[in-house]
């Protein structure tokens, strides 16, 4: 597919000049719940413009490309469940070719005697040890590591596809910028940031522009992606052929608890 195949799907925004807490500060006096972080519910949203029709008259309004896609195979569609997930707003996933679970978790620094069964209850804190889980997936082993990964990611993704092999990390972060990571017998080939996939980093940064563009995403083109989590899901999973469900992450479930977590 060429960058003339198709007409990106852009979606339209407006940005309201609002202060820091006044959709929250409204919705309490409203009796709507509301947190002190993360975001607010749709309804809630929609609820204070509806309220206040003067704030978004007066907005500017800006574009956006929304990911979907163009060609069979994985979407960004099959990811709408990680919103609410327990994967929590920090994570990181973990696709390695051709290794076994045990393998994995040792590349990734856990010792024998750290590779048990994880129970429900068992995340990531400061002070507390880290907590990986992994599953097989076909010829795939997919690892989720609360918090993300500790180390450098030339150094986690080379330990991992080294020998020929192959990896494709995912990392969400909460305040830091999300990416997707591909690497090859050893060696980091391409770093895309799916929030912005025209920043590409890497030995090869233009060798994941074919899943971009059946993503409906122009990687020549400087726009924003408006789903970029569901994207960076997605495009790992044109690259492994391998999709994660809810059930992958039920518990109890083999994986590692190293000393010394973030």
Do not use: C, K
């Not at 995340?123 to 795939?140: A, D, F, K, N, Q």
């Not at 909460?174 to 391409?190: E, F, K, N, P």
């Amino acid at each position: 597919m060429s960058d003339a195949d198709f007409t990106p799907l852009r979606v339209t925004y407006r940005s309201p000049t609002l202060g820091r807490t006044q959709i929250r500060d409204w919705a309490r006096a409203n009796g709507y719940p509301v947190s002190e972080r993360g975001r607010l519910a749709a309804e809630i949203t929609e609820a204070f413009f509806a309220a206040h029709p003067e704030i978004l008259e007066q907005a500017e309004t800006f574009e956006m490309v929304r990911a979907t896609a163009r060609t069979p195979g994985v979407s960004p569609e099959d990811y709408g469940w990680h919103e609410g997930s327990p994967l929590g707003d920090i994570y990181t996933i973990v696709f390695v070719r051709g290794l076994d679970e045990r393998e994995v978790l040792r590349r990734l620094g856990a010792a024998d005697e750290n590779i048990r069964m994880i129970a429900d209850g068992e995340h990531t804190y400061p002070g507390g040890p880290w907590i990986i889980t992994v599953v097989r997936l076909g010829e795939w082993t997919v690892a989720i590591a609360d918090r993300g990964l500790r180390g450098p990611r030339q150094e986690v993704l080379g330990a991992l596809s080294r020998d020929g092999g192959e990896a494709v990390a995912v990392q969400r972060h909460d305040y830091a910028q999300h990416q997707v990571s591909h690497a090859v017998d050893g060696r980091l080939s391409t770093v895309v940031n799916p929030g912005f996939p025209i920043d590409r980093d890497g030995a090869n940064p233009d060798g994941l522009n074919r899943h971009l563009r059946e993503l409906g995403i122009d990687p020549a083109a400087a726009d924003h992606i408006d789903n970029p989590i569901p994207t960076a899901l997605a495009l790992a999973g044109r690259i492994t052929g391998v999709m994660v469900s809810p059930q992958h992450l039920r518990r109890p479930i083999l994986g590692a608890a190293l000393p010394g977590g973030s």
